[in-house]
């Protein structure tokens, strides 16, 4: 009965490769998010859909691309990975009607660049 | 100047004692809050919304004090899980929530 699931939980993996992480809720909600965490704590938005459309997207490298395939995945892919993208990738999702913008976040992606 | 401002802590209690967090906010647009937690290496974890002037979750209590622009968090008989860092996050509806670094609370034996 998992709310908000990501795969996978860790990535390790070297400077120049692609990967991907996906990330499913099955709470019905419309909207989705990408956050990443750092050394530093702080959590940072970096992308949102909403219902398959993207609504924000952060100042992000384009090495880092979202894709919706409907309204209950959201997937990061990176490209050519950078020692600085080691970070933990947390995904959220938010019911995003009836005024109710509560966050739900994923166990996250902890992603280490070797 | 940043969106809210809470003590980085760390707080630390005895098991049993009733812990209290401020949390000041510049935005006085703000109508509503979360409460979130964060255990470390985990992912946030929604503790309370807070839409009116409080809420009330068992051992823990929130207030909304807008003419002050602060919003308080009461945890009453701590015990050793409520260890963890508890963040204050404004309701910013669509746009993403804006996380600050959070008081960190550590309930001892």
């Known amino acids: 009965d998992t709310a908000v699931s990501q795969t996978p939980k860790y990535l390790v993996t070297q400077m120049g490769n692609d990967k991907s992480i996906k990330c499913e809720q099955n709470l019905g909600h419309d909207t989705m998010y990408w956050y990443k965490q750092d050394s530093k704590k702080f959590l940072k938005i970096m992308f949102s859909?909403?219902?398959?459309?993207?609504?924000i997207n952060e100042t992000v490298p384009n090495r880092f691309s979202p894709k919706s395939p409907d309204k209950a995945h959201l997937n990061l892919h990176i490209n050519s990975l950078e020692l600085g993208d080691s970070a933990v990738y947390f995904c959220?999702?938010?019911?995003?009607?009836?005024?109710?913008?509560?966050?739900?976040f994923g166990p996250g992606t902890r992603l280490t660049v070797t | 100047r940043k969106e809210v401002e809470q003590d980085p802590g760390p707080f630390n209690v005895p098991e049993g004692a009733t812990v209290a967090f401020n949390c000041t906010y510049s935005n006085s647009a703000s109508q509503s809050f979360f409460w979130y937690r964060q255990d470390c290496r985990k992912e946030p974890k929604l503790l309370m919304s807070?839409?009116?002037s409080g809420n009330e979750d068992g051992r823990f209590t929130a207030q909304l004090n807008r003419a002050s622009q602060y919003i308080s968090l009461l945890i009453r008989d701590s015990k050793l899980s409520d260890s963890a860092t508890y963040l204050c996050v404004p309701d910013t509806g669509r746009r993403a929530l804006t996380f600050g670094s959070g008081t960190r609370l550590q309930v001892q034996p």
């Open positions: 859909y909403n219902n398959k459309e993207l609504i």
């Open positions: 807070v839409y009116s």
């Open positions: 959220a999702s938010s019911p995003g009607t009836s005024g109710r913008w509560e966050q739900y």
